[in-house]
T-cell receptor, first 113, second 112 residues
Framework: GQQLNQSPQSMFIQEGEDVSMNCTSSSIFNTWLWYKQDPGEGPVLLIALYKAGELTSNGRLTAQFGITRKDSFLNISASIPSDVGIYFCAGQKPSSNTGKLIFGQGTTLQVKP | DGGITQSPKYLFRKEGQNVTLSCEQNLNHDAMYWYRQDPGQGLRLIYYSQIVNDFQKGDIAEGYSVSREKKESFPLTVTSAQKNPTAFYLC???????????FGQGTRLTVV
């Protein structure tokens, strides 16, 4: 099955630094979602984006729905140790009548105190 | 509290045995999904169900089976035909009104 291209695969940063990750596809999507997964737990929804160009914030997190509808970006400002985890992007295609989401491979974030 | 409950959190089985993973939701969601997660990989769809008594294969359905007899429940059976069953299994549900899927806490299955 198709997967989204998510990059980088992993990041190791210093506490206080800003983080940026992105997700791209060769197909257009009408919805982009960003999830965070803590070790050993299920993913938790962080931000949902519903239209091209949309910019949405959730605390220190900001995500954008790309104008081309083929990409999305997630930024984390002033990282803290509890930001550690795996971040997944997910998208839903306009043609989908099943509600299925397509997931990226994830970006593993480690934060050094 | 509303949510999705997977049980058990950890499961150990001998090779060749079938095992059933539980997923229950009280969110009144119509659609439910099972994903498999391996280290360093994304989520791969095993089976999904949009309504009671109906389900479809996902991308990696071989060696798995499901049932959807009740709206709240979507159990997954990992059969002996699954060649590499050790993985982290995630259940999710979704309302028909929106694209957002909500996940359970996962079941880590180890086959020895």
């Amino acid at each position: 099955g198709q997967q989204l291209n998510q990059s980088p695969q992993s990041m190791f940063i210093q506490e206080g630094e800003d983080v940026s990750m992105n997700c791209t596809s060769s197909s257009i999507f009408n919805t982009w979602l960003w999830y965070k997964q803590d070790p050993g737990e299920g993913p938790v929804l962080l931000i949902a984006l519903y239209k091209a160009g949309e910019l949405t914030s959730n605390g220190r997190l900001t995500a954008q729905f790309g104008i081309t509808r083929k990409d999305s970006f997630l930024n984390i400002s002033a990282s803290i140790p509890s930001d550690v985890g795996i971040y997944f992007c997910a998208g839903q295609k306009p043609s989908s009548n099943t509600g299925k989401l397509i997931f990226g491979q994830g970006t593993t974030l480690q934060v050094k105190p | 509290d509303g949510g999705i409950t997977q049980s058990p959190k950890y499961l150990f089985r001998k090779e060749g045995q079938n095992v059933t993973l539980s997923c229950e939701q009280n969110l009144n969601h119509d659609a439910m999904y099972w994903y498999r997660q391996d280290p360093g990989q994304g989520l791969r769809l095993i089976y999904y169900s949009q309504i009671v008594n109906d389900f479809q294969k996902g991308d990696i359905a071989e060696g798995y089976s499901v049932s959807r007899e009740k709206k709240e429940s979507f159990p997954l059976t990992v059969t002996s035909a699954q060649k590499n069953p050790t993985a982290f299994y995630l259940c999710a549900s979704k309302s028909q009104r929106g694209p957002e899927a909500f996940f359970g806490q996962g079941t880590r299955l180890t086959v020895v």
